[in-house]
């Protein structure tokens, strides 16, 4: 059974520190890795998605890349802003489509 | 373009009632999937659909049913409620193509007193 774990579960930092969210997987047959962001009181919003074949996604100040031999993805925010506080998930898509999902990370950027 | 909608946004209701969560999509997607999250424990996958009348079980199906009569919606009922069954429901679309992300509604926020 797929297990998704995300460390930390909270961080705080200052606003314009680059940081590192974690997320490992046990079982590395994935279709592939997606990192979704989460405002309080909403739905998900889909950030990256990075293809089994593939080591990496960008999208303007957010890095995602993906190792399956060691079952490990990481979301990588430059200059982080006020405006990236929210919770992360990251998710591995299996058969019929099938996210399963990490706890999250609820990051707070203290301006 | 509306994406997913999920009805109706808050209810409360009495254990042993019944109820049931609507889902619609406007992005003609095969997939759908009914998730529900509870603090510290991320979503887990209630039931889903590959497509108009199927329907299978995900990771916590118990006390659940769902419909697909129609591609566009997907129903979520709660034969008798517990409280066990208060959480945050969610509903997400996905197209047949497995390398586009899901999309999700703004989610229900249930509670059985």
């Known amino acids: 059974k797929q297990e998704v774990t995300q460390i930390p579960a909270a961080l705080s930092v200052p606003e314009g520190e680059n940081l590192v969210l974690n997320c490992s997987f046990t079982d590395s047959a994935i279709y592939n890795l997606q990192w979704f962001r989460q405002d309080p009181g909403k739905g998900l919003t889909s950030l990256l998605l990075?293809?089994?074949?593939?080591r990496e996604q960008t999208s303007g100040r957010l890095n995602a890349s993906l190792d399956k031999s060691s079952g490990r993805s990481t979301l990588y925010i430059a200059a982080s802003q006020p405006g990236d506080s929210a919770t992360y998930l990251c998710?591995?898509?299996?058969?019929?489509?099938?996210?399963?999902f990490g706890q999250g990370t609820r990051l707070t950027i203290n301006p | 373009n509306a994406g997913v909608t999920q009805t109706p946004k808050f209810r409360v209701l009495k254990t042993g009632q019944s109820m049931t969560l609507l889902c619609a999509q406007d992005?003609?997607?095969?997939?759908m999937y009914w998730y529900r999250q509870d603090p510290g424990m991320g979503l887990r996958l209630i039931h889903y659909s590959v497509g108009e009348g199927t329907t299978a079980k995900g990771e916590v199906p118990d006390g659940y049913n769902v419909s697909r009569l129609k591609k566009q919606n997907f129903l979520l009922g709660l034969e008798s409620a517990a409280p066990s069954q208060t959480s945050v429901y969610f509903c997400?679309?996905?197209?047949?193509?497995?390398?586009?992300?899901?999309?999700f509604g703004d989610g229900t926020r249930l509670s059985i007193l």
């Open positions: 990075i293809q089994s074949s593939q």
């Open positions: 992005m003609n997607h095969e997939y």
């Open positions: 998710a591995g898509l299996q058969g019929a489509q099938k996210l399963v």
């Open positions: 997400a679309s996905a197209d047949w193509d497995r390398n586009q992300p899901q999309h």
